[in-house]
Structures are given as structure tokens and as C-alpha cells.
């Protein structure tokens, strides 16, 4: 069965730092799709970056930016230039041909003024 | 183009009573899927709709089921309500294929007293 770890629960960070989140997973499947997720105080999950698995680059969006390592089946996130506006819970994601998501636990990003 | 949108947003129901849930997809996204959030369990997938015919299912009883209708708005129902059904309920639409990426609406809060 596919599953996602996020290791780290809780982070924090000075505005305008950068901060990695770190998730594992474990599938069988060849090929897949990998997306953060962020969800603030709102609870509104909002989609932040997707990273096929056929793709060796990596994702970018903006400030956001993952270093996907399929090999060792490693999806960080790294937060450029943190604002008070990214403090929320950060979700790791997987789907594949089921179209299931399956999600890891969550870290809460803390973005300090 | 509008958001996947859900009604209610906060529901408040006995135990044994029972609960309709509903879903409107972003226009041409024909893929449902529905989530349970709860503190405990975190994001549990309960199942997926699309072109009307259930495609997936979490492991979760036979009290909650669900329906998709042609214009691709999706209910969602749980019968018998237990406490331990109170949760956040997400859903979200896709367009499948070469873009998996599922975008969430803002959940329904459920609470059983």
C-alpha cells in the first residue's frame, strides 16, 4: 500500500528566511504524481505544487520550489523568502492511477515576524 | 472560473440522524472525490465519483455513501450518525487523466452531539 511520511510536525521560521519540509513515500508504482498542499487556519486546502514522477526536474512555483528525489522516493518543499502569509499546515500528497489521494500527516509551518 | 463549492458549510446533527452533504465541482471537471478530516485520523480519502458511477473507495462502513449526478454535482450521505463522525468534510474536483491535480472546496464541519 502506498503511504506518505512527514517527519517533522511542527517547524518554524523568520519571515523572509527559507525553510524545507521534508516527506517520504513509499509505492510500487511507476508511475505517479506527488503535490504539496496547504492549508491555513481557513482549512480552505489549497493546491501549491505538482511534480509528475516521469519528470526529473524539479517543480516551481514562484517562491515554492521541491527537490524530488524518485530513487529514494524523498518530496521536500522549500519555502523561499517566508512570509507571515505561509503560516499554515503543509500537506504531503500522492496519487496514482487510482486517482486516490493519499496524504501524510502534516507539518504546521510557523512563519515568525 | 468558479471554485468547488460546498453546502452546507457547518452542520450541527444528533446521533442517529442522518446527513446529505453537497458538492459542485469546478465547470468540466467530471471527477468527485470526497475526504474525512479529523484531528485524530487526519485526511482519509472516503470515495471517488466520475461520469456518474463510483470509481474508488476508502475503507470507511456502509453508512456513508454517495451519488453523482449528470451535471457532475456530487452528495454525499451518512446515515446513523455516530460521534465519532464529526469532522471536517472536504471535497474536491479533477479533471483525471494527464492532470490529477485535485482542487478542494472549503468543507462542510460536522458535528454529532
Given amino acids: ?52 514522477a516521469y519528470k526529473q526536474q524539479n517543480a516551481t512555483e514562484n517562491r515554492f520550489s521541491v527537490n524530488f528525489q524518485k530513487a529514494a522516493k524523498s518530496f521536500s518543499l522549500k519555502i523561499s523568502d517566508s512570509q507571515l502569509g505561509d503560516t499554515a499546515m503543509y500537506f504531503c500528497a500522492f496519487v496514482d492511477s487510482s486517482y486516490k489521494l493519499i496524504f501524510g500527516s502534516g507539518t504546521r509551518l510557523l512563519v515568525r515576524p | 472560473k468558479a471554485g468547488v463549492t460546498q453546502t452546507p458549510r457547518y452542520l450541527i446533527k444528533t446521533r442517529g440522524q442522518q446527513v446529505t452533504l453537497s458538492c459542485s465541482p469546478i465547470s468540466g471537471h467530471r471527477s468527485v472525490s470526497w475526504y474525512q478530516q479529523t484531528p485524530g485520523q487526519g485526511l482519509q480519502f472516503l470515495f471517488e465519483y466520475f461520469s456518474e458511477t463510483q470509481r474508488n473507495k476508502g475503507n470507511f462502513p456502509g453508512r456513508f455513501s454517495g451519488r453523482q449526478f449528470s451535471n457532475s454535482r456530487s452528495e454525499m450521505n451518512v446515515s446513523t450518525l455516530e460521534l465519532g463522525d464529526s469532522a471536517l468534510y472536504l471535497c474536491a474536483s479533477s479533471l483525471r487523466g494527464s492532470s490529477p491535480e485535485q482542487y478542494f472546496g472549503p468543507g462542510t464541519r460536522l458535528t454529532v452531539t
Fill in chain 1, 1 to 52: 500500500a502506498q503511504t506518505v511520511t512527514q517527519s517533522q510536525p511542527e517547524m518554524s521560521v523568520q519571515e523572509a528566511e527559507t525553510v524545507t519540509l521534508s516527506c517520504t513515500y513509499d509505492t510500487s508504482e511507476s508511475n505517479y504524481y506527488l503535490f504539496w498542499y496547504k492549508q491555513p487556519p481557513s482549512r480552505q486546502m489549497i493546491l501549491v505544487i505538482r511534480q509528475e
